[in-house]
């Protein structure tokens, strides 16, 4: 009879004094990414592996290395190995004099680090060759050689494998302990930090009626707006003495940030100050999201998020307008800048009575970001970046427009920044000749 499998466990908990051996025997056997492995030195390394969990499991009973060896008479045990990524690590001060860079395979498990140069250590080199990903340690050894460090040093590339290993007693039944990759813990770790706390299960994104997952553009953005609202919220907990959100969750069912709560559009002239022509060669949008004001330029590392959220949330009449300057060859039109305010909501939930969720807490993004935003509006210029053929300077707003007023906008009202843009534009070029003409 096989036992259920138990929750994750930390590899190496318990380390001992002394090195245990690398050896196998004959009821031991390994699978890599599924498949079955023969090789003595990979058997061999497993065998150690099976040792240490042997000590982590009877912390009481094992304190040397001997200790361990009367518990593999009649035990069957069976490892799985599974790719799960790898890390580099540095030595400033290795202890080989060292004529080049250098790079040394490793493995890490839990709390293990194991090098393919510490004595004893087999079959650490044939595990690269099997384990995920592939080239490992030549990506390792370029990524080195490109950096440009000096005097030469050593790094280990230890892969980051998942591990389970099921133990077989003699008279006794199956016990399988399951061992993460680090990378896997790792990101966990993360999801927790940058949710504060909660569970990722319990939190939704809404991007105007419908629910973003991570298959969608906009997900990584709209998940670093939730976990910069959610960790500020805890902090604002922590200042004022009172339980977090992590804390009350048996108060709560679900947490739902909702992009697009609010929004508020204009237009808005963008000219190069040092030519006075179009600053970025033709019209663009601009969308600010959480106190944020980006470009929706080619360039940009994360367009296609942005163009999804603009692309959801506009309204009719600002699609129309956009639709119109990218068609057009007047001078006004290339140079101006269709700007989208987006807010968000936090919203916690909670079953009412009727078994309904009703929102128990709401926040509003300008609640946590006012600082920024406003740190944002005293900048200079609101443009990271800039397409290659224009390369202004400086690039800095003429004249504001006023929000588009709602969908019943009339033709001859979207034609206004059209207008206002000539008469702009000429009332510059007189100011220039002015200036020409008293300095003569």
Same mark, same amino acid.
């Given at each position: 009879?096989?036992?259920?499998?138990?929750?994750?466990?930390?590899?190496?908990?318990?380390?001992?004094?002394?090195?245990?051996?690398?050896?196998?025997?004959?009821?031991?056997?390994?699978?890599?990414?599924?498949?079955?492995?023969?090789?003595?030195?990979?058997?061999?390394?497993?065998?150690?592996?099976?040792?240490?969990?042997?000590?982590?499991?009877?912390?009481?009973?094992?304190?040397?290395?001997?200790?361990?060896?009367?518990?593999?008479?009649?035990?069957?045990?069976? &490892?799985? *190995?599974?790719?799960?990524?790898?890390?580099? @690590?540095?030595? =400033? +001060? $290795? /202890? !080989?004099?060292?004529?080049?860079?250098?790079?040394?395979?490793?493995?890490?498990?839990?709390?293990?680090?194991?090098?393919?140069?510490?004595?004893?250590?087999?079959?650490?080199?044939?595990?690269?060759?099997?384990?995920?990903?592939?080239?490992?340690?030549?990506?390792?050894?370029?990524?080195?050689?490109?950096?440009?460090?000096?005097?030469?040093?050593?790094?280990?590339?230890?892969?980051?494998?998942?591990?389970?290993?099921?133990?077989?007693?003699?008279?006794?039944?199956?016990?399988?302990?399951?061992?993460?990759?680090?990378?896997?813990?790792?990101?966990?770790?993360?999801?927790l930090e940058e949710l504060a706390g909660l569970p990722q299960q319990r939190c939704e994104i809404i991007l105007g009626d419908q629910q973003l997952d991570e298959t969608q553009q906009a997900?990584?953005?709209?998940?670093?707006?939730?976990? &910069?609202? *959610?960790?500020?919220?805890?902090?604002?907990? @922590?200042?004022? =003495? +009172? $339980? /977090? !959100?992590?804390?009350?969750?048996?108060?709560?069912?679900?947490?739902?940030?909702?992009?697009?709560?609010?929004?508020?559009?204009?237009?808005?002239?963008?000219?190069?100050?040092?030519?006075?022509?179009?600053?970025?060669?033709?019209?663009?949008?601009?969308?600010?999201?959480?106190?944020?004001?980006?470009?929706?330029?080619?360039?940009?590392?994360?367009?296609?998020?942005?163009?999804?959220?603009?692309?959801?949330?506009?309204?009719?009449?600002?699609?129309?307008?956009?639709?119109?300057?990218?068609?057009?060859?007047?001078?006004?039109?290339?140079?101006?800048?269709?700007?989208?305010?987006?807010?968000?909501?936090?919203?916690?939930?909670?079953?009412?009575?009727?078994?309904?969720?009703?929102?128990?807490?709401?926040?509003?993004?300008?609640?946590?970001?006012?600082?920024?935003?406003?740190?944002?509006?005293?900048?200079?210029?609101?443009?990271?970046?800039?397409?290659?053929?224009? +390369? $202004?300077?400086?690039?800095?707003?003429?004249?504001?427009?006023?929000?588009?007023?709602?969908?019943?906008?009339?033709?001859?009202?979207?034609?206004?920044?059209?207008?206002?843009?000539?008469?702009?534009?000429?009332?510059?070029?007189?100011?220039?000749?002015?200036?020409?003409?008293?300095?003569?």
């Amino acid at each position: 009879m096989s036992l259920p499998a138990p929750t994750p466990l930390v590899f190496c908990s318990h380390p001992v004094e002394g090195d245990l051996p690398f050896l196998t025997w004959s009821e031991l056997t390994l699978e890599i990414d599924s498949q079955p492995e023969h090789a003595e030195n990979l058997l061999s390394l497993a065998g150690f592996l099976v040792r240490q969990a042997l000590i982590d499991q009877n912390p009481e009973r094992i304190k040397h290395p001997r200790d361990v060896e009367p518990l593999l008479y009649g035990l069957k045990a069976h &490892v799985q *190995l599974y790719s799960g990524g790898s890390l580099d @690590l540095g030595d =400033d +001060q $290795p /202890d !080989l004099e060292l004529s080049e860079h250098q790079v040394v395979p490793g493995m890490a498990i839990g709390n293990l680090l194991l090098v393919a140069n510490e004595p004893g250590c087999v079959g650490i080199e044939e595990l690269h060759q099997r384990l995920k990903p592939v080239d490992a340690m030549a990506n390792a050894l370029a990524r080195l050689q490109e950096s440009g460090m000096e005097p030469p040093m050593q790094l280990t590339c230890a892969l980051l494998p998942g591990m389970t290993i099921t133990l077989t007693p003699a008279f006794a039944d199956s016990q399988t302990l399951i061992y993460p990759s680090r990378l896997d813990t790792y990101q966990e770790q993360l999801k927790l930090e940058e949710l504060a706390g909660l569970p990722q299960q319990r939190c939704e994104i809404i991007l105007g009626d419908q629910q973003l997952d991570e298959t969608q553009q906009a997900y990584g953005i709209a998940y670093d707006i939730l976990s &910069v609202m *959610l960790r500020l919220l805890h902090q604002r907990a @922590l200042e004022n =003495d +009172q $339980p /977090d !959100l992590s804390a009350r969750q048996q108060e709560w069912e679900r947490i739902r940030l909702v992009i697009g709560s609010g929004l508020n559009y204009s237009a808005q002239f963008m000219l190069n100050p040092e030519t006075y022509l179009p600053a970025f060669g033709n019209a663009v949008r601009g969308l600010k999201l959480a106190g944020t004001q980006s470009i929706l330029l080619p360039d940009h590392l994360d367009l296609p998020a942005l163009e999804q959220i603009w692309e959801t949330l506009a309204p009719e009449e600002m699609r129309r307008e956009w639709q119109r300057v990218q068609s057009s060859k007047d001078a006004s039109d290339r140079s101006l800048m269709i700007n989208l305010e987006v807010s968000c909501k936090l919203e916690v939930l909670a079953i009412g009575a009727d078994q309904q969720l009703q929102v128990l807490e709401s926040y509003c993004d300008s609640e946590f970001m006012v600082e920024g935003a406003e740190a944002v509006a005293a900048e200079p210029t609101l443009l990271p970046s800039t397409s290659a053929h224009t +390369q $202004p300077t400086q690039a800095e707003p003429v004249h504001k427009l006023q929000p588009l007023e709602n969908a019943s906008v009339s033709a001859a009202a979207s034609k206004r920044p059209t207008t206002r843009g000539f008469a702009i534009l000429a009332i510059v070029a007189c100011l220039i000749i002015a200036a020409i003409m008293i300095r003569g």
